[in-house]
């Protein structure tokens, strides 16, 4: 199984940024999936959720109008769209996703690596 994010880096206040993560190794169709992000000395973050048919979508507070997340799962691939970006958006990005299985009668999920997003001037 691997979550594999890409896209982040150092941009300017106001700037955008996309974020991809590509899924292997399970049925990403079958799989809620989560950015979750961590600033620099605080605990993790949930920034968006978007269910296995990417047909509902939940977003934090600071970022609602500004970040889409949206999935491909022809492509295996979750992203997120970050526009307006802000100092305070920085954090390391992670990819998550999750399911609850019948079979096992248990819930099953797997993180990505991270990316790092840097915004400042």
């Known amino acids: 199984v691997q979550l594999v994010e890409s896209g982040g880096g150092l941009v300017q206040p106001g700037g955008s940024l996309r974020l991809s993560c590509a899924a292997s190794?399970?049925?990403?169709?079958?799989?809620?999936m989560y950015w979750v992000r961590q600033a620099p000395g605080k605990g993790l973050e949930w920034v968006s959720i978007?269910?296995?048919?990417?047909?509902?979508?939940y977003y934090t507070d600071s970022v609602k109008g500004r970040f889409t997340i949206s999935r491909d799962n022809a492509k295996n691939t979750l992203y997120l769209q970050m526009n307006s970006l802000k100092p305070d958006d920085t954090a390391v990005y992670f990819c998550?996703?999750?399911?609850?299985?019948?079979?096992?009668?248990?819930?099953?999920?797997?993180w990505g690596q991270g990316t790092q997003v840097t915004v400042s001037s």
């Open positions: 998550y996703a999750r399911h609850f299985s019948s079979t096992f009668n248990t819930w099953q999920d797997y």
């Open positions: 978007i269910n296995n048919g990417g047909g509902l979508t």
């Open positions: 190794g399970f049925t990403f169709s079958s799989y809620s």
